[in-house]
C-alpha cells in the first residue's frame, strides 16, 4: 500500500505522523473521506471544498492549492491500482511543541489513504437499519462549529457507543434545543406524504456532499425537498426515513427508538433514489485514469 505522505507516495511503513503532531495531541485538523466507482472519484472538487473551508474556519493554511490536491487524491487511488473503494484525505496542524498554541506548528502534515471501507452489511441496505436517539447532543455552533470537519470527533464517537450499546446501527443526535441535527456520521432525511425533509445545516447538520446529491435527484425526479427543523415526533410519524453519508451512501433506516417507522420497511421513494444515487456513482465523478 502506498501513502501520499507530505507530497511523496511512501510505503505505509513509511507514512508515521510525529507524537508531537497537535493532529493527534489536540485532534487539530480537518479531513475527508471520498468514495471511487469504477475508477471515477464521485463528487471530488466538493469535498476537496469542504477540506478548504474546513482548514479557513480553523485558519489552517494548507500550503497546497485545491487543484494540486484534487491531483494528489487522483494519483493516490491509481498508486494502489484501485477503481473502487474510499479515500481518507487529512490534514493536520503539523508537528509542534507541547502547548494548544499552533504557532509552533510551521508545517501541516498531509496525507491521503486510499482504501476501502465497509460500514453495514447488505442485509441492512435492503432492510433498513435501526436508530436510536443518542443522549450525547451534537456539538453547538457556540463550541465548535459542526460545519468543520474536524479531528474532533469525540463528540460523534460517544454518541456512536450509545448506539452500539442499544444494539442500533445508527444514533441520532439532536442539537441543545432537541431537534434533530443528524446521526454520528450521515445526515438524516424523512419523507412524509410524497416530501423530503431534511434538517437544516443551522440545526447542526454537516453539509454532506451525499446530502447535496440528494437535493440534485429530488430536483431532477420532480419530489419536493426542503430543510426544515424536525423532531423526533416527525421520524416516528414519518412515511420512509433514510440515511446519507460518503462511507453510509443511502441507507433506509426503518426503526427509531424502537418503533417502526410505518411498516418497518424501506419505502418507495426511499428506494427510487437509491437507485438513481447508484446509477450517478457508476457513471459520474473525475476518473483516475
Ligand atoms: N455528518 C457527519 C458528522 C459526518 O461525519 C456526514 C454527515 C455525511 O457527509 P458526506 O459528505 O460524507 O455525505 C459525515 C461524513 C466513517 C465516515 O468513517 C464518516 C463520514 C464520512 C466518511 C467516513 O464513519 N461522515
Known sequence: MKIYFNGKLVPKEEAAVSVFDHGLLYGDGVFEGI????????RLDEHIDRLYLSARAIALDIPMNPDEMARAVVETIR????????VRLVVTRGEGSLG?????????TIFIIASTITLYPDEMYQNGLKLVTCATRRIAHGALSPMVKSLNYLNNIMAKIEAEQAGAGEGLMLNEQGYVAECTGDNVFVIKNGAITTPPISAGALAGVTRAVVFEMARELGIPIREENITRYDIYTADECFLT??????IPAVVLDSRPINDGKPGPITVRLTKRFRELTATTGTAIN
Open 35 to 42: 468514495r471511487f466507482y469504477g475508477g471515477r472519484v464521485f
Open 79 to 86: 498508486a494502489n491500482d484501485l477503481t473502487d473503494g474510499y
Open 100 to 108: 494548544l498554541s499552533p504557532r509552533s506548528c510551521p508545517k501541516p
Open 245 to 250: 453519508g460518503t462511507a453510509a451512501e443511502l
